[in-house]
């Protein structure tokens, strides 16, 4: 069914739009289904979780950290990760560029920031963002670049709030873009929708989408 559910899905996703197949607590043989389909990009939540399905995959895939990601276990996923969505303070910024150095690479990395009613989502609100980047320990920063920014709405029914809450992360970026990115091409990227709300995301906006149960089954 994976192979399956990728190609339809593929189909209703425009070809600017990444597609991060979520593979969270799905084993390893099939995130390998998905592979053999093409598929490049796939979001974990969790650190240990990603370095073992990244130890024994092949080499050109593109590991997503999507998940709350806790200061102290940068280190381990610094060597390899191609994107770090979910940045909402200041201090896990700085120890992805001190890792990020100690690996002799860039890191890329999304600011996540708060955009849904509920109290229990991860993310920075508008002013704390323009807090990070006015900071002069972010200006030093060498080896991150913030590339866009990422978001996950309501879990709801209600249709028109999803995108309400999407507009609000695309304003989020518009602002950021015009104040502190102006002249950087590389801003450019915005991670929002999952299997439930994608194309309404991908209508307000969205260039990544982080589809998990659509591809895999329900979790
Ligand atoms: C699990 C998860 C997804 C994917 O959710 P689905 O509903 O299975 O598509 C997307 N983003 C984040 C941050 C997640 O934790």
């Not at 304003?171 to 104040?179: G, N, P, R, V």
Request: with cysteine.
């Amino acid at each position: 069914m994976i192979t399956e559910n990728l190609s339809e899905l593929k189909k209703t996703i425009p070809d600017h739009v990444c597609l991060v197949a979520v593979s969270k607590t799905k084993p390893v043989s099939d995130l390998m289904i998905a592979y053999d389909a093409g598929q490049r990009h796939f979001g974990e939540n969790k650190v240990q979780e990603m370095c073992e399905k990244q130890a024994v995959m092949p080499n050109d895939i593109c590991w997503h950290l999507i998940g709350h990601l806790q200061s102290n276990k940068v280190k381990y996923i610094a060597p390899f990760v191609h994107l770090i969505h979910s940045v909402d303070s200041l201090k896990l910024l700085l120890e992805i560029d001190k890792q990020a150095k100690k690996n002799n690479r860039v890191i890329s990395i999304l600011l996540q920031f708060h955009i849904a009613q509920e109290e229990t989502k991860f993310g920075l609100d508008r002013n704390e963002a323009i807090e990070l980047l006015n900071s002069n320990e972010f200006k030093a920063c060498q080896n991150i670049q913030i590339i866009g920014v990422m978001g996950m709405a309501s879990f709801v029914e209600d249709r028109n709030q999803v995108r309400s809450e999407f507009k609000i992360l695309k304003s989020h970026f518009d602002f950021l873009k015009e104040k502190f990115f102006a002249t950087d091409s590389y801003f450019k990227e915005i991670s929002m929708g999952m299997s439930g709300d994608y194309s309404i995301a991908i209508e307000e906006g969205s260039s990544i989408v982080r589809v998990g149960s659509s591809i895999f089954g329900g979790r």
